[in-house]
């Protein structure tokens, strides 16, 4: 089984930014953590970064086999059978990250690092979660193990 962990924007500065908000582990040690949880569970694992969103979209494509996504990374190109997703700020506004995930039926969990529904209004509201199989949030850095690990479960069971 092969899994993509995506990241939105300014996800890259995780560790520095806003710590108060997002605490200090950075990108690089979330990445180590959950590519020891796909060793445990016997998952491959592709992890990723973008700032750019037609990059993502693009990324998507080719992760649910349709596209070959020139611009991203190799192990982005091939077909995944599943994504976690941590949208930043597109979570609250991108129809066309929605869309990408619905056009290719990637099947996906939502994360974040901070309770959105505990936040600014704008932050509340989220255009992908009616389309993944769960959301979790409000778990700091730990919240991507326990969303990979619902996953990889929901996806090995079938079961929501
Ligand atoms: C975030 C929450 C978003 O509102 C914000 O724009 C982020 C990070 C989170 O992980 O808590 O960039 O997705």
Redesign the pocket.
């Known amino acids: 089984m092969r899994i993509a962990v995506l990241n939105?924007?300014?996800?890259n500065l995780l560790g520095t930014r806003e710590p108060e908000i997002?605490g200090s582990t950075t990108l690089s040690e979330i990445e180590g953590c959950a590519r020891e949880v796909a060793d445990e569970l016997g998952v491959q694992l592709a992890f990723a970064q973008f700032n750019h969103e037609g990059d993502l979209i693009d990324a998507i494509h080719a992760l649910g086999g349709r596209g070959t996504a020139p611009g991203v990374a190799p192990e982005l190109r091939e077909k995944a059978d599943g994504a976690l997703v941590?949208?930043?700020?597109w979570?609250?506004t991108s129809l066309a990250l929605a869309d990408a995930f619905s056009s290719v039926k990637l099947p996906f969990v939502e994360v974040?690092?901070?309770n959105?529904f505990a936040?600014e209004p704008e932050?509340r509201h989220s255009v992908l979660a009616s389309g993944a199989r769960g959301l979790l949030?409000g778990f700091g850095a730990y919240g991507y193990e326990m969303a990979l690990r619902g996953l990889v479960h929901s996806l090995r069971t079938g079961k929501r």
């Open positions: 939105g924007p300014n996800l997002y941590n949208a930043g700020a979570t609250h974040h690092l901070s959105i936040r932050r949030c």
